[in-house]
């Protein structure tokens, strides 16, 4: 049964830096989309950075683009999400997610899209 585990949520001021990393469990797809997509309380879920491993193709939110950095140990079978420059706005509930094969680019950021879910890992921001 695939798992997915992250770690490195945290507390953190703004300005600072946090690492995110999602481990796969009994994960044997090669070729695979990664998200990590966040919810903050009385929001919607936001997808914030995606990888295909296939090509090493990355996809960014808009709202999170030049500060946070998605990549990827398949050897480890592990996806990290480097956070800088954070913001109080960016305090959430971080979830990692994987879909075998690929997504289209307008896909990419759409959890809904992914097969498999972890159960997250706490970010939280102050100002």
């Known amino acids: 049964q695939v798992q997915l585990v992250e770690s490195g949520g945290g507390s953190v001021q703004a300005g600072g830096s946090l690492t995110l990393s999602c481990a796969a469990s009994?994960?044997?797809?090669?070729?695979?989309?990664w998200l990590w997509f966040r919810q903050a309380p009385g929001k919607e879920r936001e997808g914030v950075a995606a990888?295909?491993?296939?090509?090493?193709?990355?996809h960014y939110a808009d709202s999170v683009k030049g500060r946070f950095t998605i990549s990827q140990d398949n050897a480890k079978k592990t996806v990290y999400l480097q956070m800088d420059s954070l913001k109080p706005d960016d305090t959430a509930m971080y979830y990692c997610?994987?879909?075998?094969?690929?997504?289209?680019?307008?896909?990419?950021?759409?959890?809904?899209?992914?097969?498999?879910w972890g159960q997250g890992t706490q970010v939280t921001v102050s100002s």
């Open positions: 997610a994987a879909h075998p094969g690929r997504l289209t680019a307008r896909r990419l950021l759409v959890p809904d899209d992914y097969s498999f």
């Open positions: 990888i295909y491993t296939g090509g090493g193709v990355t």
């Open positions: 009994e994960y044997t797809y090669s070729s695979s989309c």
